[in-house]
């Protein structure tokens, strides 16, 4: 539910384009007013400034992914089905890096304070995420064009997508007997790794301890994530896209209408 903003916002972006494209008469002399001139500044601001944020986020996992592996060392944890590696850093990370070819980074701070169990649940929880493959959908969601990237909703939006998909990580610990208390007692006893005010460069999306407050998180593992086991109720992501790329030719003729008007009518 928080990528529907963004991703209707570029599917509407996309729209307009078609919709000029297609309809629009060549070699017209038509012009545009100062306000749908500003209008339209402000939407290529919008339309490049995602893409653009986007990459510059993706470099900076990249050199801090970099800067985690120079000193990395292969380890072999229990149940782990991706590459893992320890990593000297002050920064308790825990997360999963990489795109194409995912990696398990570890700092051996955590490796050296977690008992078994629990890194066992931490590694469930990070498989989890290679599994949705959340590292390239943070990357696509980033990228596409959002009015409400500037202002504080639009943070909130991305705030609240970041917990939710560390809710679904969580429960995906919670499937084993005592995942859920084994990944609470790992997600505070890696918070208090964390020295006061030191942060990494740039966090990936799929970490398990991102700074700031875990309360709400290990009161809910310790109720037993409930929801954990709830059958999903999510349509598939395909008839998602199917369903608004219908509605989209839909609307390319009524788009392209209500743009000529707005040309007509406006200053």
Same mark, same amino acid.
């Given at each position: ?40 500044? #402000? ?8 893409? !653009?944020? /986007?990459? *510059?986020?993706?470099?900076? &996992?990249? +050199? @801090? =992914? ?74 696509? #969601? ?8 500037? !202002?504080? /909703?639009? *943070?909130?939006?991305?705030? &609240?997508? +970041? @917990? =939710? ?84 030719? !839909? ?10 008007? @707005? ?5």
């Amino acid at each position: 539910q928080t990528c529907a903003l963004p991703i209707s916002a570029g599917l509407a972006a996309a729209l307009t384009i078609v919709a000029l494209y297609r309809f629009e008469p060549r070699g017209g002399e038509e012009s545009a007013g100062i306000v749908l001139s500003v209008l339209g500044a #402000l939407g290529c601001a919008i339309l490049w400034g995602s893409p !653009l944020a /986007a990459v *510059r986020d993706y470099l900076a &996992g990249r +050199r @801090a =992914a970099a800067h985690w592996l120079a000193s990395a060392r292969p380890v072999s944890l229990a149940g782990d089905v991706l590459p893992a590696f320890a990593v000297d850093a002050d920064f308790p990370i825990v997360a999963v890096v990489g795109l194409s070819a995912p990696r398990l980074i570890v700092a051996q701070k955590v490796l050296d304070a977690c008992p078994p169990a629990e890194l066992a649940a931490i590694v469930a929880h990070e498989q989890w995420h290679c599994r949705r493959r959340d590292n390239a959908r943070r990357l696509l #969601l980033a990228a596409v064009p959002d009015a409400l990237g500037w !202002l504080r /909703a639009g *943070r909130e939006l991305t705030d &609240g997508w +970041r @917990a =939710a998909i560390e809710r679904d990580a969580d429960d995906a610990a919670c499937r084993t007997p005592g995942g859920h208390l084994d990944l609470a007692a790992a997600l505070i006893r890696v918070a208090r790794l964390a020295p006061a005010g030191a942060m990494p460069p740039a966090i990936p999306a799929s970490a398990l301890y991102q700074g700031g407050a875990i309360e709400a998180r290990v009161r809910r593992l310790v109720a037993g994530a409930s929801g954990a086991n709830a059958p999903s109720r999510r349509l598939h992501p395909a008839i998602t896209v199917a369903a608004m790329l219908a509605a989209g030719a !839909l609307a390319v003729q009524p788009l392209y209408d209500v743009l000529e008007a @707005a040309v007509e009518f406006l200053p």
